[in-house]
């Protein structure tokens, strides 16, 4: 296997949380630690060692950046999350517990934490310039309505997922948020297939409940 991080380049990603990926391949690292677990591999970063991070990265970063990109859609903005995500997971991997869950699940709750707080403040910065350009502006009242509902739909949706079980919403997340299939969820959860349709069947069941739709 090709591994495409470096252990200079490394340390100028880890300086700087907006250096571009591709800043981070400039040579090829040992293969020794490949074949161990994320969930090793975590335990040496704590310990501040740059190979182990060196291979979660070239492990995980094209999984990381998938997710990122498909709740932002933004090219450049992606590459900076996802640069953001592992210098989190560098500074803060002492605080990964393996008691609550394997290693991709946690660093993909993280990444999508990450990706819907920048979501949040591209928002917040549009509602900014909207509202200095809306004073001279009269909305049609129709449109307004529409804006409404929209909102409170999806203020819905957020309260009704936050009564999932963990189990639940961290399936439904993955394979309606992250558009990962069932297979690829069955993998990163470390859990059978079978199962995961069982969560996913029964937070649906939930969410439409919550939601009052009754067909």
Do not use: C
């Not at 932002?72 to 803060?92: A, M, N, P, Y």
């Amino acid at each position: 296997m090709t591994t495409t991080l470096v252990s200079r380049s490394t340390s100028d990603a880890l300086a700087s949380p907006h250096a571009k990926l591709n800043d981070m391949a400039d040579d090829a690292i040992p293969e020794a630690g490949a074949d161990l677990t994320s969930e090793e591999l975590l335990e040496q970063i704590a310990a501040g060692d740059r190979t182990a991070f060196a291979h979660l990265y070239d492990r995980l970063s094209a999984r990381v950046f998938g997710l990122v990109k498909r709740l932002l859609r933004d090219h450049s903005q992606s590459e900076e999350v996802t640069q953001e995500i592992f210098l989190e997971i560098w500074q803060g991997a002492s605080n990964y517990d393996h008691n609550k869950g394997g290693a991709i699940s946690w660093i993909l709750t993280m990444t999508h934490r990450r990706a819907v707080d920048r979501i949040r403040a591209s928002q917040a910065s549009r509602d900014r310039d909207t509202r200095i350009g809306i004073r001279d502006w009269e909305p049609d009242v129709d449109v307004v309505s529409e804006n409404v509902e929209v909102r409170v739909e999806n203020e819905r949706v957020k309260l009704a997922l936050g009564r999932l079980t963990d189990l639940q919403r961290q399936a439904v997340v993955l394979a309606y948020y992250g558009g990962y299939s069932h297979r690829e969820v069955s993998e990163m959860l470390h859990i059978p297939i079978g199962t995961v349709k069982t969560r996913l069947r029964d937070g649906m069941i939930r969410l439409r409940d919550e939601m009052g739709v009754t067909s």
